[in-house]
């Protein structure tokens, strides 16, 4: 499906009609994103321990609860190969991001709000250290774990481009920075 930039109030009902449309002439459409491709097999590299299974969810679980279940649909480990220690995925996200672009600056924060609502999983990479030493932070620390969840969130937000406001993450940064800086003096 091609769209000719036709004028820029065209754009508009254009983007909101794909970002509905799910059936075309008998057959199921979805953007490459949402296409839910299964990553090709890789064998864990030598080194690499990953979170047991069951610590995995149990991690998972209390990610969910930490966030709310208004903030993130689902949270998961992720079998994904990938470098960050957590990615959000959202269904349609190339057209849920334009779509979101378009809103008034007076309603940007509640279209983010609305839209993003029960559309963003959270997927952990259980072979990273962060993840893998917030399993046992949690236990030990938790006011700093959920400072940490948190910030990780917002991180994989901003990696997706679904951050409408960075600057709210100001006070949770300043917070961990005093944390990791608590009885560190020379």
């Not at 990953?50 to 149990?58: C, F, V, Y």
Request: aromatic fraction near 4%.
């Amino acid at each position: 499906l091609h769209l000719q930039q036709g004028g820029s109030s065209g754009i508009n009902a254009e983007y909101g009609v794909l970002f509905r449309l799910e059936n075309y002439k008998d057959r199921k459409l979805c953007t490459a994103e949402g296409a839910n491709v299964k990553p090709i097999e890789k064998p864990d590299e030598p080194g690499q321990e990953k979170l047991e299974k069951q610590e995995g969810n149990r991690l998972a679980t209390w990610f969910r609860d930490t966030l709310g279940r208004e903030t993130v649909k689902e949270v998961k480990m992720s079998d994904r190969q990938h470098s960050q220690p957590a990615v959000v995925t959202v269904e349609n996200l190339t057209t849920l991001r334009r779509y979101l672009e378009m809103a008034p600056p007076e309603q940007k924060a509640e279209s983010y709000k609305y839209l993003l609502h029960n559309n963003v999983v959270l997927e952990l990479n259980p072979v990273h250290p962060i993840i893998k030493q917030l399993s046992s932070l949690r236990d030990s620390n938790p006011e700093v774990a959920e400072l940490v969840a948190g910030q990780l969130f917002d991180n994989a937000l901003m990696n997706a481009d679904l951050v409408h406001d960075p600057r709210r993450m100001v006070g949770r940064i300043n917070k961990l920075l005093t944390a990791v800086t608590k009885g560190k003096e020379e």
